[in-house]
């Protein structure tokens, strides 16, 4: 497995990994006060932020993408994160915004590998070249007939179905809404 990652291309199961969108007018706002990072970037790009208490602990690392205006999907760990970093998000977010927890509904798959590209390149509809997709982008597009979302995060391509392509330079890592595989 280390070594196929290593010279190839290799698939892990992602699945603990949750996205929590918020939606609305003000979303940018809300997250300038509730994660550590400058959240006011442009659409299509990403950040990594810490979500703290109020006593300054941390309580997540996040990485988050700006989807549109208004629209941000935060990414969590796995475990119980996806009930008590929603919980906190809802506690101090307006009533105005909308926020949908893309958990039991979403599997997560990660392709790693200096082959990541060549094999995903020919099934997403979005263009994974450096220049078209540069690191910490986020894209909308499809991998094959599969509504991804795909952001890059440490240099290394993910994907994910309307959840997360995260881009690395060689990984990939995908949240695929289950209904797909029914």
Known sequence: EHQAVRDRVAMFDMTTFTGIEIAGEGTMEFLQRLLTNDMDCSVGRMRYAAMLNEDGGILADLTVARLDRDRYLLTTGGGNSATL???WIREHAPESLSITVHDSSRS???VWGPE???LLGPLVEADLSDDAFPFYAVRETYLESLPVTMPTQFDHPFFS?????LKTEDSFFSQIPKFHFE
């Open 161 to 165: 179905s309307r959840a997360n392509l």
């Open 108 to 110: 997560g798959v990660g």
């Open 85 to 87: 970093h929603s919980r």
């Open 116 to 118: 990541a590209r060549e």
